[in-house]
């Protein structure tokens, strides 16, 4: 048997002092849904398949497709291709998006490569352009896609379809740390070729056959201080550009 309820039960003697919890912050992404952005993950898949579209006709033209995977622009524009698929997949099921991290890096990379084909590589002025007319017509096709389409698709969708304000000084240094591997591997692999091999030094200005180590580093000091510029500069816009899923009230 149990004991019966009391009808009066005593009162509680008073806590002393008063019983203050510590503020907390919830993150607006445990709170609000996101929901479904099924043209917006279309977009994203189309984007991805330009990319893959690039990149094949690059390794099927290619004489040497291990030389072609051997270009930034092409390992690029494979991470651009997995990051948008990835991204389209959360768009299509509603999930949370991709860290802006992540996102922000694998359009830093292609828009990296484009400035550096279109300054350093076929500009007029440049000292290591290369002569019009080389490549076929498969090659020149590869070339418009991932060093002009792609990027411009990619700027459109960090503009107009992601959330902004999701970039930090911080990451520009932590981006970097790909183009200065990319630096070893290039040097690395020209060391292990053998003199007079065809596509020893992928790009020219890192050439050193022809200019040497001082010069080949100089550049190389160049290149890596206008892509940390340009890394500040796609954070300083992150954060004065409107949010495109912010709702007006």
């Not at 740390?177 to 030094?201: I, K, T, V, W």
């Not at 190389?220 to 495109?244: E, K, N």
Request: charged share 10%.
């Amino acid at each position: 048997m149990t004991a019966p309820i009391p009808r009066d039960i005593p009162d509680l003697p008073p806590i002393p002092g008063h019983v203050v919890l510590p503020p907390t912050v919830v993150p607006a992404r445990a709170v609000l849904i996101p929901a479904r952005r099924r043209l917006v993950a279309v977009f994203r898949g189309l984007i991805a398949a330009l990319a893959v579209t690039g990149v094949t006709i690059e390794l099927l033209a290619d004489g040497s497709p291990t030389t072609a995977l051997s270009h930034f622009t092409i390992q690029s524009g494979i991470l651009l291709a997995l990051v948008m698929l990835a991204s389209a997949r959360c768009a299509w099921s509603a999930h949370h998006p991709l860290p802006g991290a992540l996102t922000g890096a694998a359009l830093f990379y292609v828009v990296a490569a484009s400035l550096v084909h279109h300054v350093l590589l076929t500009h007029a002025s440049s000292p290591f352009a290369a002569p019009d007319g080389t490549g076929t017509a498969w090659q020149t096709a590869a070339t418009h896609i991932l060093h002009t389409a792609l990027p411009v698709a990619a700027a459109l969708d960090w503009l107009l379809l992601t959330p902004s304000g999701h970039l930090h000084l911080r990451h520009a240094p932590v981006w970097l740390l790909y183009p200065l591997a990319y630096l070893a591997f290039s040097l690395a692999r020209g060391e292990l070729l053998l003199p007079g091999s065809q596509d020893r030094y992928l790009y020219p200005f890192l050439d050193v056959d022809q200019h040497g180590y001082k010069i080949v580093l100089g550049n190389a000091l160049l290149v890596g201080l206008a892509l940390y510029a340009l890394a500040v500069l796609l954070v300083a816009l992150d954060h004065i550009r409107p949010d495109p899923l912010r709702r007006p009230r």
